[in-house]
């Protein structure tokens, strides 16, 4: 292998580690996504169906510490994160339907009121901030305990990555 194929192989390797990682945050458009008036859309702002799964995600993360009749924003807040920032990179694309998926499901399990999330949930400019270590989730990857099984794919991942560039 020359050493443009070693820079190369570097290259990959470095795209997959930094894929997992770089949750960043967890918009306030795709907060407010569930709120929006869905219908009477044209063709020119039809979105894209969502390349991840959220129905057999596992919603007790959020069910089970987000309980009414007085939403503590705290435990709300945090739960919301814990579930969200894992799918952060698709939720936050305003061309695909993914918030409004997400919001659909988390709201039909949790049965919460309308715009619960995006009138408690602020903490800056962007939206909510994620972990930066959050493991992003993949088209394909069962959603069910999705920062478990990605979480290990990552240091997987990264190790690969720290060997290949040792090696190089």
């Not at 290259?11 to 709120?35: H, K, M, P, Q, T």
């Not at 799964?53 to 596992?58: G, I, R, V």
């Amino acid at each position: 292998m020359g050493p443009h194929g070693g820079i190369a192989l570097r290259a990959v390797a470095l795209a997959a580690v930094l894929g997992f990682a770089a949750a960043g945050f967890i918009s306030n458009d795709a907060l407010l996504e569930r709120g929006r008036d869905t219908t009477g859309r044209s063709l020119l702002q039809q979105k894209k169906d969502c390349p991840v799964s959220f129905q057999d995600a596992n919603y007790t993360v959020i069910t089970s510490r987000c309980k009414g009749p007085l939403y503590q924003p705290t435990l709300c807040c945090g739960a919301l994160k814990d579930f969200a920032c894992p799918y952060s990179t698709y939720i936050n694309d305003v061309s695909t339907n993914c918030a409004a998926t997400m919001f659909s499901y988390i709201n039909l399990y949790g049965k919460y009121p309308p715009g619960l999330f995006a009138n408690t949930c602020h903490e800056g400019d962007k939206g909510l901030a994620c972990p930066e270590d959050t493991p992003q989730i993949e088209p394909g990857q069962k959603a069910s305990g999705a920062a478990a099984v990605a979480a290990p794919a990552a240091a997987l991942a990264a190790a690969a990555a720290v060997s290949l560039l040792v090696s190089c």
